[in-house]
């Protein structure tokens, strides 16, 4: 049960206001990627960078998919892929050899987005002598990518969440990904549909101490919040449509939005990515 003392306001570290924006540009422009990993901008939102057929057809192939899978109560949903979340190293591992292959496959398309994506940042990490490249273990790689699509019934879709906590879970101290934390983590998400209304994302002006995320018990889980904590949290509502790519310091709570409703669906491509050294940028899901 929640008790009153968990339920104080969260405290933490939240940006200036020329930090706490979503800079909006009409193209995909990988700069603006490296000021996330950086932290010099809390998001970037690229409107339209996913034109509506190439989105169209990807969504379709995971609709279709007889690899799509059910999440659990932590995050309702459908996915593809592997993710990381309060698991060990070797589950995760086992499950992204078996997802890759699978997500190659999904991802064979024209004008596949993540290439684009992941070909643009890696030239402009090389200006800087970096590259971008799946987390490793004892030669064995993180996987490639997630789809998702969230289906939570309650006040969110996807509760209020911080994607760095996991990055300290002892169970994957031994993972490269362990080496990123403490750096800004830049979630990548590129929206495949998202018809009608609703599916904001929600993202509060937050980095939660370690003294908030303990008493809470979501030091390495960093999900969920309760949204009593964060009423008085600065706070924006991203709109996001279909083709839209948006990267975020993920470090920030954030949550999503249910649809208005029930019958619609919001699908995203999603990773991570966040610099392990100053020369490599590690990615996973
Ligand atoms: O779907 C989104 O916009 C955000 C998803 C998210 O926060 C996550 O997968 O951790
Ligand atoms: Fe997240």
């Known amino acids: 049960m929640t008790s009153s003392l968990s339920l104080r306001p969260i405290t933490g570290w939240s940006g200036n206001k020329d930090y706490f924006t979503f800079r909006e540009y009409d193209k995909f422009d990988p700069e603006a990627v490296i000021d996330v990993l950086d932290g010099k901008v809390a998001g970037v939102m690229f409107r339209g960078m996913v034109a509506p057929e190439v989105a169209a057809?990807?969504?379709q192939r995971f609709w279709d998919s007889p690899h799509r899978k059910v999440r659990g109560v932590e995050a309702p949903g459908y996915y593809i892929g592997a993710y990381t979340w309060n698991k060990p190293t070797g589950q995760y591992l086992d499950e992204a050899e078996e997802a890759n292959p699978?997500?190659?496959?999904?991802?064979?398309v024209p004008n596949d987005p993540m290439k684009e994506f992941y070909a643009g940042l890696g030239s402009s990490l090389a200006k800087?002598?970096?590259?971008?490249?799946p987390a490793e273990h004892e030669g064995r790689s993180a996987a490639i990518a997630l789809f998702?699509?969230?289906?939570?019934?309650?006040?969110f879709a996807l509760e209020p969440h911080d994607d760095d906590s996991q990055c300290s879970d002892p169970q994957m101290a031994d993972f490269e990904r362990n080496r990123v934390f403490g750096n800004p983590i830049a979630a990548l998400n590129i929206c495949l549909e998202n018809e009608g209304g609703g599916g904001r994302l929600v993202y509060w002006n937050i980095q939660p101490d370690?003294?908030?995320?303990?008493?809470l018990g979501v030091e390495y889980t960093g999900s969920p919040y309760p949204?009593?904590?964060?009423?008085?949290?600065?706070s924006k509502w991203i709109d996001v449509h279909a083709g839209d790519v948006y990267v975020f310091n993920g470090a920030h709570v954030h949550a999503v939005e249910p649809n208005t409703t029930e019958r619609q669906t919001r699908t995203t491509l999603a990773a991570m990515m966040a610099y392990a050294d100053p020369q490599n940028v590690v990615t996973w899901s």
């Open 102 to 108: 699978i997500l190659r496959d999904l991802l064979d």
């Open 210 to 215: 370690l003294e908030s995320k303990r008493r």
């Open 148 to 155: 998702r699509s969230w289906h939570g019934r309650g006040a």
């Open 57 to 59: 057809n990807i969504s």
């Open 227 to 234: 949204h009593e904590c964060l009423v008085d949290v600065e």
């Open 128 to 133: 800087r002598g970096a590259v971008v490249r």
